[in-house]
């Protein structure tokens, strides 16, 4: 078959895919020329990750040629994906490659906002030498992670994957999740030793009002899940995550939440106007940013490359 891998693949992916005998593209096609590209060059496969949208006007043009769509990743927010199944075409992504990735960033930030390191980071090149002192009083009033209460909204395998990194530094895990169960995990060490561990799932509100931080990991294409309401609900002086989808946090509502006190610093890697955010999210000194890098490790590109080339090898299933 023909594969366009049109945000890119890995090479081991590629290289698996090649030995199969498929014929890889990684020529990278504008959205707009997307369509007719497949069409005129007889694309069998076609493979994106979050830059490439997939909506039903170029399914329409592409079903008759398209056998399959793959998102290197979790979320498939920007495939119509009922839409193109309808239209006979295999649709799938690749759930489990990130979820370590993304749970190391989680902590990343964590880190970070407690010891002041996102603000610390600007202010240092600019003040470092004439105003030492000060940003070190500035500074040096940080929180220890050991001890404090981790909620986290939607506990799948990147929730998962979060909560062993934070009860392996003496974090206590809450979580809410759909299910409605405890969720049962296992952490595993260097030496081959494991302890098993059981996670509270609770309501919202318990989650809101007990968790000194809140990470999000639920998909929805950008649903709102923290908006003004809950936030005043978050206790006093505690940090929110958001690693999960645009627009799952109302940012307008968070920049207030954060000028009043209420909530002590936000971490962000996903944005509600991606890839262009507000100027008042990237500028505020209470935010720690990254540019929607969650799964972008070396170890989690080549996971996510061999989980494709496995798939797209195995056919479309009868």
């Not at 997939?54 to 008759?64: G, H």
């Not at 992670?145 to 990194?165: D, E, P, S």
């Amino acid at each position: 078959m023909k594969i366009l891998a049109n945000d890119g693949i890995a090479a081991n992916g590629k290289e698996a895919l090649e030995a199969a005998g498929h014929e890889v593209l990684e020529t990278k096609v504008a959205q707009e020329q997307l369509a007719d590209y497949i069409v005129e060059n007889k694309v069998d496969v076609l493979l994106v990750r979050s830059a490439t949208k997939v909506r039903e006007d170029m399914i329409d043009i592409v079903a008759d040629q398209l056998k399959m769509i793959g998102r290197g990743g979790v979320g498939m927010d920007n495939i119509d994906v009922e839409y193109a199944r309808n239209k006979g075409i295999y649709v799938f992504n690749t759930p489990a490659s990130s979820s370590q990735s993304v749970a190391e960033l989680v902590m990343a930030h964590l880190w970070g906002m407690v010891r002041f390191l996102h603000d610390s980071n600007r202010q240092m090149p600019l003040e470092g030498e004439t105003n030492f002192k000060d940003l070190k009083k500035a500074y040096g009033k940080g929180i220890e992670l050991q001890g404090k209460t981790l909620g986290i909204i939607g506990c799948g395998r990147i929730g998962q994957a979060l909560a062993k990194m934070a009860v392996g530094v003496g974090m206590n895990v809450i979580c809410h999740d759909r299910n409605g169960n405890n969720v049962d995990i296992t952490l595993t060490f260097a030496n081959g030793a494991s302890i098993d561990y059981s996670v509270d799932n609770v309501s919202m509100d318990d989650l809101l009002a007990k968790s000194d931080f809140i990470s999000i990991h639920v998909s929805g294409a950008g649903k709102c899940i923290i908006g003004e309401p809950e936030m005043k609900k978050m206790k006093a002086g505690s940090f929110i995550v958001n690693t999960a989808r645009g627009g799952s946090i109302d940012e307008v509502a968070l920049l207030s939440q954060l000028e009043d006190g209420h909530i002590a610093g936000a971490a962000l890697d996903v944005f509600v106007n991606e890839p262009t955010p507000a100027m008042q999210v990237l500028m505020n000194r209470y935010v720690s940013l990254s540019p929607h890098i969650g799964a972008a490790t070396k170890e989690a590109q080549d996971r996510i490359a061999m989980e494709i080339a496995d798939i797209v090898n195995e056919g479309v299933p009868a």
